[in-house]
């Protein structure tokens, strides 16, 4: 796909399509989400083609190795093939997923996130103008 022999680790994430700016992703990496070969590095960090990158975000990780290395942001199909995720994290990701779906169903829906409907709104906003 691409002739590049390297690529800042916060592109790469972002064009790899695990973070929805490069902001992001540099926050992620400076925040310690991020490992390239078990290191813990920053933003600028070159990347190369057979580097084995862990990402955590949110209570999701991924174990994934880099296959082609891509500049800018592609469509997702593009995007999936530049890198391979290890079985081993497919599934532990898969079980974490259905963990979390089960907690959401145990919460009374009162205690679930959701927006409020208007007459929630209308309660929300005569308790605001009540305070002042």
């Not at 890198?83 to 679930?112: C, F, G, T, V, W």
Request: positive net charge; glycine residues 4%; proline residues 3%.
């Amino acid at each position: 796909m691409s002739e590049l022999n390297q690529v800042r680790i916060d592109k790469w994430l972002w064009a790899a399509r695990f973070f929805k700016t490069r902001g992001l992703a540099a926050d992620a990496v400076n925040g310690g989400k991020v490992h390239v070969n078990g290191q813990r590095c920053k933003p600028g960090k070159e990347v190369k083609i057979g580097d084995l990158i862990s990402v955590t975000k949110d209570q999701y990780s991924w174990q994934v190795t880099v296959t082609d290395l891509n500049k800018q942001r592609r469509p997702a199909q593009e995007a999936a093939a530049l890198y391979n995720e290890d079985q081993a994290s497919i599934d532990k990701r898969l079980k974490q997923i259905e963990l979390h779906k089960q907690q959401q169903a145990l919460l009374h829906p009162s205690e679930r996130d959701h927006k409020p409907n208007k007459k929630q709104r209308r309660q929300i906003h005569r308790f605001k103008q009540d305070a002042l």
